[in-house]
DNA sequence: CCCGCCTGCGTGATCATGTCACAGACGCCC
DNA sequence: GGGCGTCTGTGACATGATCACGCAGGCGGG
């Protein structure tokens, strides 16, 4: 389903096709324009590269290598247990940076989590010493890691929260409202399950029952919404 | 079971009997020793207060005071769910800091979480201006908070992963050779129970399975861990 | 000493979820 | 049409959470 790209390094040591002229993408960043110019100088000149879907950034136990800032597109990064089960950790957009990346650049430690591109991604890679030299000398830059950092551990408080004490069913109601294009969701059963952190024969019969209150038709790799109210008063009832 | 203790202000408006004088408790906290004598003096003089065993220091829903720095003892930090249940999400021990609270410091969210005191404990608050003006000019001291973000960090990937992909039964063995003090083990079911993330009852039926196998003897308030070998070999058997 | 009460513990019943095994359905390519 | 891989539906079962009790030990008041 994941397509393996480049292996461990992907990011670090990318196939050229997919690398960039190097050019002023800072303009294109707003994350970034708090920064002050000699920052800016400094990441003005970093290569772009272009992941397709699918792509691994890296695999439990890779060593970091430099600190990533999504462009475009968008990362997930997954939690994956004994069973091949996997639960998504969190999801890095366009203008934020990934935290395992941070935690291994300060701390050496190497990932425990699984990276994975869930559409096409633009990135931009911050060497590791130009890194740490940002961090003391840029407060700007510092700022902007400081908050994505909290940002995260926020967003890590409330999964656990979600998932130890809210139900499969909620889970899902919350997850099929936020992922809705056109009271339509395009995923297969097995992908809703991983992001939600269950398993999928659950999310079958989940679905099944919410099909039978007539709140939702499932197809092959989507999933109708028909009633959006009703998934909505569910996902908001904090149902334990 | 837990006392309150001056409610939502209590680690900022704490009852004058638990001040102490201001000391130079710099100079028994070695997690500070980087720091520039100029910090060193800008901390010097903050009071340290002592808070009992059961002192809650904040509640979901508090707004963030200070800073806090634990010189001494234990505060445990739960996350609590919809039918009372709590899980211990980290503890913080001496020369931590709380990462909950410089979220709420950098971020204004409030707290969501709920930190109380697991012994007698002896903390120095850093008031919201000083924390962010050190955070600013005091690089020793920014290193010391982010690596403490990032310790943190790492620690709730592995509770994530512990609590979603091991089994009661892991982690209660892990618990209990964890804490054992002469193969002895004080705490009432329900405390161990909050602890690993489950709930009395199953301990209750885990710790009798333990016992008919001949590895642990329950007393009122305590196990007694007879074959501690056995447990730990569990413990490590990363059973799913 | 007896009683009432609180806390901690043990247990059965039931529900929610995760896991395993397997079969049918759908799409796609040859 | 036939073969193959992916997606989905289902039954059987194990684990864990919740609910509803009852029982035991400890403690203070009478």
Redo the contacts between chains.
Sequence with gaps: MTQEYGGAGACARPPSRYNRRMTDWLLHTPALDTLDAPTRARLAGLPQQTLPRGAVLFRPGDAVEGFAIVLSGRIEVF?T???G?E?L?YAVEPGQSC??T??GL??E?PY??EAITAQETEVVMIPRALFRALM?SA?AF?QLV??A??????G??????R???QSVECRLASWLCGHADGGRVQATQAEIATQI?SAREVVSRRLDAFARRGWVQTERGAVVLTDPGALRRLALS???
């Design positions: 939690l247990g004994a069973g089960r639960l950790l935290v395992q941070t935690l300060l701390g430690a425990s989590t003391d407060p510092r400081f908050a950092f909290a940002e995260r551990m926020g890590m408080i409330q999964l656990m929260e998932v130890s004490f952190g904090e149902g334990g």
